[in-house]
């Protein structure tokens, strides 16, 4: 924009005459006429609003007065009835508690703007959420993790024993494989998911490539994994997998990731980061699969080689793309939904935030720009800032 619009206060007669237009000429004559402090109020056109809306035949005298009156008259009001079905409305006190919880956090961080992705674990308030938070980071990291081991065990389980060794043992050398690869997942599930759970939650909505970085970690990559493998398999086996690895771990780690203004919808930052975490992991799997399917083939020059290249591969792309899938947005995403959990458990938000944001949109307490959401005005969120939450 390339300048503002600024709304002049509103005079006597402007008031007199919107007021006789609404049939509400009584509202002047009984109230606003006698109340200067009201009457400075309703000079802005959103408060005059509201106390049409609000007064029926007691006295308002102030902003406390008029904010109580018409919270009330909006929720009391069986023509306003928000978004939810009649049978599902929530009730009031809990509807109030909500818009509370939320005024107070705003007010607490001195902004006016709401973004539901936006919630940081500092907006725990005590030890005992604090404490939660982290188990439940740490257990849905796990959780991830372990079903990856479990899968990446049971593999190896076999593979170890052989697909035509007895059932016997193909049973029980799969058990063991499952058993140590969802035990080793899990321990690293936990460690990763307290460290997750320490950190503020950055969300990974866009992803670029920065090519200088990509090209300096090409380099870096390709060196340290062509030295390493060429020491298993031999200097050839080194040269040729440095060749195929180096490209896809510079590139991975040339990856650079952001946040963006632009919010169209509600918790727009996290459906985003969920969709790149779980893009990476594909991406991961698909890359490794074609690198070893082609190593593999290149080094053996087998017809089957291919295949167990394909099998190497997707195990590896697996393990990569789970690490780096958490990083690159699949991490805050949990982080994200283990807040909402704790926060909800607690009573300070409702299980769906965006729905019952949209109900306090329709009963005119917020309004929305896109994905962000504020209080009709900083007197109103103030006033729901002061009330008690129980």
């Known amino acids: ?230 020491l298993w398999f031999g200097l050839f086996s080194g040269l040729l997998y440095g060749l195929f690895a180096g490209p896809f771990l510079g590139l991975l780690f040339g990856l650079k990731i952001s946040e963006t203004n632009n919010k169209n919808y509600p918790n727009q930052g996290t459906w985003y980061s969920l969709k790149n975490g779980l893009m990476t992991i594909l991406i991961c799997i698909f890359i490794c699969v074609l690198i070893f399917g082609l190593f593999f083939f290149l080094i053996t020059r087998s017809i089957f080689s291919p295949v167990a290249g394909a099998i190497f591969g997707s195990i590896l792309g697996l393990i990569l793309g789970s690490i780096f899938g958490l990083l690159f947005g699949l991490g805050a995403t949990i982080q994200h939904f283990s807040l909402r959990l704790i926060l909800y458990l607690n009573g300070n938000i409702p299980w769906n935030y965006a729905k019952f944001l949209e109900h306090a949109v329709k009963h005119r307490f917020i309004q929305r720009v896109g994905g962000r959401y504020r209080f009709m005005h900083d007197l109103l969120r103030k006033h729901f800032a002061q009330m008690p939450l129980n």
């Open 1 to 230: 924009m390339n300048g503002a619009i600024y709304l002049e206060s509103l005079s006597d007669e402007q008031i007199h005459r919107y007021l006789k237009s609404l049939h509400r000429l009584y509202i002047w004559n009984k109230n606003i006429e006698n109340e200067s402090e009201l009457l400075e109020l309703v000079r802005k056109p959103l408060f005059l609003t509201m106390l049409v809306v609000a007064y029926q035949g007691r006295a308002i005298r102030n902003s406390s007065e008029l904010f109580t009156t018409y919270i009330a008259e909006q929720l009391d009001n069986p023509d306003n009835q928000g978004i939810y079905p009649a049978s599902k409305n929530p009730r009031q006190q809990r509807t109030l508690k909500y818009l509370a919880w939320l005024a107070r956090k705003l007010e607490t961080k001195g902004e006016t703007e709401f973004l539901i992705e936006g919630i940081q674990p500092n907006w725990l308030s005590s030890i005992k959420q604090k404490i939660f938070y982290r188990i439940f980071v740490a257990l849905f990291f796990s959780l991830i993790e372990g079903m990856i081991g479990i899968l990446i065990g049971g593999f190896f389980g076999i593979a170890t024993s052989g697909i035509f060794a007895r059932w016997e043992v193909l049973i029980d050398s799969l058990i063991q494989g499952l058993i140590r690869g969802g035990i080793i997942a899990l321990i690293i599930g936990l460690i990763l998911g307290f460290v997750f759970g320490f950190n503020s939650i950055e969300l990974r909505e866009k992803i670029s490539i920065s090519f200088i970085k990509s090209g300096k970690s090409i380099i870096f990559s390709g060196l340290i994994s062509g030295i390493w493998f060429g």
